[in-house]
């Protein structure tokens, strides 16, 4: 009988690490009946098979000076547009996260800006690679 990939422990600790990045492997080995170091060579395990693929930080935009919070849905306009557009958005800072979609428009972009000004400027950028929507957050609920 073969091994599964991943077992329950697996999760917990997938879960425990979700809930908080920086928690020792001590404190998860705790919650899920392991000592630190097994639950350490889970982790390197899960990284290694790219499960794991990084760890992050949730941060305050607002804190920062970065309070214009926006949605933009961008419509390339040519099959051509793509590979300009993709490294533009590349070198672009106050694009957070861009995602590729079916459905209305080609991308999904979601950025953080300083000022509406900074929102106008990558607004007439994007008109390079095609047209665009923007939708902007008025408060985050979740």
């Excluded at 970065?66 to 419509?75: M, Q």
């Excluded at 957070?96 to 300083?114: D, K, M, N, P, T």
């Amino acid at each position: 009988m073969q091994t599964p990939l991943f077992d329950d422990i697996d999760y917990r600790i997938l879960r425990c690490l979700l809930q908080d990045a920086k928690q020792s492997f001590k404190k998860i080995g705790q919650q899920v009946h392991l000592t630190g170091q097994a639950v350490g060579a889970r982790v390197r395990r899960l990284e290694d098979l790219g499960v794991i693929r990084g760890y992050t930080v949730n941060w305050d935009p607002d804190k920062l000076g970065l309070p214009v919070h926006a949605f933009i849905v961008v419509f390339v306009n040519s099959n051509s547009a793509h590979s300009a557009f993709l490294a533009y958005i590349a070198g672009s800072e106050p694009v957070q996260e861009a995602h590729r979609v079916s459905g209305e428009g080609c991308y999904w972009l979601r950025v953080r800006l300083a000022a509406s000004t900074d929102l106008n400027v990558l607004l007439d950028e994007l008109l390079a690679f095609g047209n665009y929507k923007v939708s902007l957050s008025i408060g985050q609920v979740k």
